[in-house]
């Protein structure tokens, strides 16, 4: 039997963070009051008409042209016509031929190989608004009533298609990653999965080498871990499948996150014509060669670069991490400037290990911490005035408080033993308490090492230099190694 080959394509929805909405002046939130952010246009009562929002033209094409997609002179806006009652207007204004931008591409790097993946389609169109099926759980099959809240529809949302470049749930989930950050360091979205600023939908087929397979389109993951999920529960039922001889049948499914499944969709769904035609409210789109110029400029430096830089100093693991996020990787370099002692490698560490580990669920930006906290806190642990247990212990009272670390330190008298006499008689104390240990140690074992470390530590009540404690502890165990 030939290997089989898996081909995934997405396509991914962005909600922009505009000001207001895409064809009226409606503000752009999340949640809130039901339809408390709504009007004719929004609403399409007959007879308004919509008003393109510039800034929303502005993003799509910022978008495109950091994916590298070729920007259409004169592209249009499309009716897409079809009947739910989330669509006030039953029909979604969208494009159709001409989008903003096409034929662009993305390189993303997973386990030392690079993927190019091809970018079909970058357009710009408006979201629905938000149903409420009562009584199924969230399904409108079954539902005993639904309710609609219409502070979502207009908001201008863009739409990116990938080519059917991506061969593993790994390298999909890489890809939806890296246009998250693209999408936070160009500043025109909050790509937040979980509240739908950022919709990730799949293609997959799988099948042997040089043959086409049979495709299934999975929508309804909410977090970038689901599509990675989605993705190989997909491949694997595929596989097995094709194994078991059977055809793939084309079908749309739904990710079901608590049963770990996908499930699929009635198929009356698939087969839809949606009478696309063009929008006659509105005129075409056609940038001048100076805006783009201008555009081009405004572009800041985007993640893949950003992280080849940072890694020079903080290693490529740690600038992964740090360049996740706009704000993070703007944080790490304004407290390697403020730093006087610790070095970009130290920093790097302290952010993108202790500082994001405490952080938890939380956001940065939710927290009083700022970089000149954090790089007091990297310097005196570079200089040993107090560990790095104690840094974090410091650190996670700035976040909750904003407080000063100096200030932590004097009150909760939070110091570092690093006094050679005081070090060395809780060197002879634990020696003496644990005599057989010391023994094999000496005799050349390396393992129970780190255990007379932490008995040292715990004579000092932690507050030992673990620098120190290493050294004297060599000098006294292992005279003959110096
Ligand atoms: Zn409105
Ligand atoms: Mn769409």
Redesign the pocket.
């Known amino acids: 039997m030939k290997d089989l080959v898996t081909t995934i394509g997405l396509?991914i929805?962005v909600q922009l963070r505009t000001a207001t909405k895409m064809f009226c002046g409606c503000a752009v939130a999340f949640a809130g009051e039901p339809n408390s952010r709504v009007c004719e246009v929004c609403l399409g009562h007959p007879g308004t008409l919509p008003v393109p929002n510039e800034v929303a033209l502005e993003f799509t094409t910022k978008i495109a042209l950091a994916l590298g997609c070729d920007i259409a002179r004169h592209s249009i806006f499309h009716r897409k016509n079809y009947f739910y009652p989330d669509m006030p207007k039953n029909y979604?204004i969208?494009q159709y031929d001409i989008p903003v931008g096409s034929r662009g591409a993305v390189d993303i790097e997973v386990n030392d190989t690079i993927h190019t993946v091809g970018i079909t389609r970058v357009h710009l169109?408006e979201d629905t608004g938000k149903s409420l099926h009562a009584g199924t759980g969230g399904r409108i099959h079954g539902a005993e009533y639904s309710l609609e809240d219409f502070n979502r529809a207009g908001t201008p949302?863009v739409?990116i298609v990938t080519e059917p470049d991506i061969p593993s749930p790994d390298v999909a989930r890489a890809f939806a990653t890296e246009l998250r950050a693209i999408m936070d360091y160009l500043e025109v979205s909050d790509v937040r999965m979980e509240e739908g600023s950022m919709r990730v939908d799949a293609n997959i087929s799988v099948a042997p080498t040089g043959e086409r397979g049979t495709k299934a389109e999975v929508k309804n993951m909410n977090s970038l871990r689901s599509v990675y999920r989605a993705l190989v529960y997909e491949e694997k039922r595929q596989r097995e499948l094709i194994a078991d001889g059977g055809p793939v049948d084309q079908s749309t499914r739904h990710w079901d996150e608590k049963a770990g499944v996908t499930k699929p969709l009635r198929s009356k769904e698939e087969a839809f014509d949606y009478r696309y035609f063009p929008e006659p409210d509105l005129v075409p789109i056609e940038p001048s060669v100076e805006w783009l110029r201008q555009l081009r400029e405004e572009i800041p430096e985007l993640p893949a670069e950003r992280r080849k830089r940072l890694a020079v100093h903080a290693g490529p693991a740690a600038a992964a991490v740090l360049t996740s996020s706009k704000m993070i990787a703007d944080f790490y370099e304004e407290t390697v400037s403020a730093a006087r002692k610790a070095d970009p490698k130290q920093v790097a560490n302290l952010v993108a290990n202790d500082l994001l580990g405490l952080l938890a669920e939380r956001s940065l930006a939710d927290t009083a911490a700022t970089p000149a906290h954090l790089a007091e806190v990297a310097d005196l642990v570079a200089g040993g005035d107090i560990s790095k247990s104690q840094g974090n212990e410091v650190l996670t009272e700035v976040l909750l408080s904003g407080r000063a670390p100096a200030e932590i330190i004097a009150e909760r008298g939070i110091s570092q033993v690093s006094d050679t006499s005081e070090i060395e008689a809780a060197v002879d104390n634990a020696i003496a308490e644990n005599a057989g240990v010391a023994e094999r140690i000496t005799a050349g074992e390396d393992k129970p090492f780190g255990f007379m470390v932490g008995q040292v530590m715990k004579v000092t009540g932690g507050r030992g230099n673990p620098a120190m404690i290493n050294e004297l502890l060599r000098k006294r165990l292992r005279p003959e190694a110096r």
Do not use: A, K, V
């Open positions: 396509e929805h979604q969208s169109e949302l739409e």
